[in-house]
């Protein structure tokens, strides 16, 4: 299986997934400057995407100088992530990301970003609905468990799921 990180320099750098600042202005920014190992998008509302894909999808938009480049996801339902994915897929990421560490009130109080750390059966739900919406075409699903350091006293795991 086509494994992007294994062939990645390291040690990996790159600019974490910042909402409102990783958008691709700046990621171009990132690349005209100083090419990280990896780059990511602002994450996307699952929910907002299937409500509007139109719109959503602009925040995904990227250019072939970008890559590998991870599109972030976050959300509540299983079956929003699974259809987000169906439809980004052809947009042909390196990777998605599955957010389950925002820390941000509004993201936390409808059960989604940091509210899945302490929620394991919605979680794993949420993970397996997406590897089945990727089955087809394979890119890496990353849950990723980052927090800012006021939320919990949990810094950095991430786990990558074949
Ligand atoms: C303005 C801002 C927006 C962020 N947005 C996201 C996001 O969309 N997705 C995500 O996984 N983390 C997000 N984070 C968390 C960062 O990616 C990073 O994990 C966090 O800042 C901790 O890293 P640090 O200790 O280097 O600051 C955000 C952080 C900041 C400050």
Not at 53 to 80: C, D, H, M, V, W
Not at 99 to 121: D, E, F, Q, S
Not at 146 to 160: D, E, G, K, Q, Y
Request: net charge positive.
């Amino acid at each position: 299986m086509y494994n992007f990180w294994q062939k990645l320099k390291k040690p990996l750098v790159g600019l974490a997934p910042m909402d409102g600042v990783t958008d691709y202005p700046m990621r171009q920014i990132q690349v005209s400057v100083a090419k990280p190992n990896v780059l990511y998008t602002e994450f996307v509302s699952a929910e907002g995407f299937i409500r509007n894909s139109k719109a959503f999808s602009q925040k995904l938009y990227f250019q072939e100088n970008e890559r590998p480049i991870i599109a972030q996801i976050f959300g509540y339902t299983p079956e929003a992530f699974a259809e987000t994915i169906n439809q980004i897929i052809e947009m042909d990421f390196d990777g998605i990301d599955l957010n389950m560490g925002c820390p941000a009130r509004k993201v936390l109080g409808k059960g989604g970003g940091g509210a899945l750390i302490g929620n394991y059966k919605l979680a794993g739900k949420i993970i397996e609905k997406s590897l089945e919406a990727t089955k087809a075409n394979n890119p890496f699903i990353m849950a990723n468990f980052s927090c800012l350091c006021n939320f919990r006293p949990i810094n950095f795991s991430a786990v990558t799921l074949f």
